[in-house]
C-alpha cells in the first residue's frame, strides 16, 4: 500500500497531467487547463528545488562533516551554497537591476558546467553521439549508447 502512494499514483497523475498538456497544444479548448497546469508544475518545481537543496546541504554534507568523510569538500560545498544562496538573496531584496552577481555566477559557472559534459563526450568518444539525458553512460573512460549493451 505503502509503495502504490509513493511511487504508482504519483506517477500515474504526473504522467496523466502531462499527457494532458500535450494534447492541449493541439486541442484550443484545453488551454485554460494547460496554464493551471503547468503553474502548479512550476509551484511544486519550486518546492522540490528548495527541499532538495535544504536535505543536501543539512542533511548529508553535515553528516558527512560529522564522519570526518570529505569533511574539507563538504564544507566547501556548503560555504559556497549559502554564499550564492546569500548573494541572490540579497540583490532580490535591494532591489538590484539586472542582478549582477547572479548574472555572473550563472554566465561563469553554471553555463560552463552544462557544456562540460558535451565537450567531455565528443573528445572522449570515438564516434560521434548526440548526447541526451540518460542516452550516454561511461564504462572504462568509453562512452556507450545505453540501448547498445
Excluded at 508544475?41 to 554534507?61: E, N, R, W
Excluded at 565537450?119 to 550516454?136: E, M
Aim: net charge positive; glycine share 10%; hydrophobic share 55%.
Amino acid at each position: 500500500m505503502r509503495r502504490l502512494a509513493t511511487s504508482i499514483a504519483p506517477t500515474v497523475v504526473t504522467g496523466i497531467a502531462g499527457l494532458l498538456t500535450f494534447v492541449s497544444l493541439f486541442v484550443p479548448a484545453l488551454a485554460p487547463l494547460r496554464g493551471a497546469l503547468v503553474s502548479i508544475a512550476v509551484i511544486i518545481a519550486g518546492f522540490a528545488v528548495v527541499l532538495g537543496f535544504f536535505h543536501l546541504v543539512l542533511g548529508v554534507h553535515v553528516q558527512r562533516i560529522r564522519q570526518g568523510k570529505g569533511a574539507l569538500y563538504s564544507l566547501v560545498l556548503i560555504l559556497a551554497a549559502g554564499v550564492t544562496a546569500g548573494l541572490m538573496i540579497a540583490e532580490r531584496l535591494l532591489g538590484t537591476p539586472d542582478y549582477p552577481a547572479g548574472a555572473f555566477i550563472f554566465n561563469n559557472i553554471v553555463m560552463p558546467m552544462q557544456s562540460a559534459p558535451c565537450s567531455t563526450a565528443s573528445a572522449t568518444s570515438s564516434r560521434s553521439f548526440s548526447v541526451t539525458a540518460g542516452a550516454l553512460t561511461s564504462t572504462s573512460g568509453r562512452l556507450r549508447p545505453l540501448w547498445s549493451r
